[in-house]
């Protein structure tokens, strides 16, 4: 069956970096646009990046332009998260989404990210 499985999470002080993954299964991963979502207790789940699977087109969040990157590997079925220069308002739960556009959406368990010094 359709997997996501989100690694890289984990503690970071502010200013610093790190690199989110996840590794698709179970479906046709290069048909699928790929997108992080994050979410903090208490509020709604946010979309902070995506990349689509026709032109590769990007977007981002506006509060994290310029410091978060988001790539895919159609070869490795995987799609990365890449985050500097972070900040505490970056902490949360990050959401690997899968979504075909035709009904398909798949999610993962998410990796939990804590920025503080």
């Known amino acids: 069956q359709a997997q996501l499985v989100e690694s890289g999470g984990g503690l970071v002080q502010p200013g610093g970096s790190l690199t989110l993954s996840c590794s698709a299964s179970?479906?046709?991963?290069?048909?699928?646009?790929m997108s992080w979502f994050r979410q903090v207790p208490g509020k709604e789940r946010e979309l902070v990046a995506s990349?689509?699977?026709?032109?590769?087109?990007?977007y981002y969040l506006d509060s994290v332009k310029g410091r978060f990157t988001i790539s895919r590997d159609n070869a490795k079925n995987t799609v990365t998260l890449r985050m500097n220069a972070m900040t505490p308002d970056d902490a949360a739960m990050y959401y690997c989404k899968a979504n075909n556009g035709l009904g398909l959406v798949y999610w993962g368990q998410g990796t939990q990210v804590t920025v503080s010094a």
């Open positions: 990349v689509d699977n026709i032109n590769y087109r990007t």
């Open positions: 179970g479906f046709a991963f290069r048909t699928f646009a």
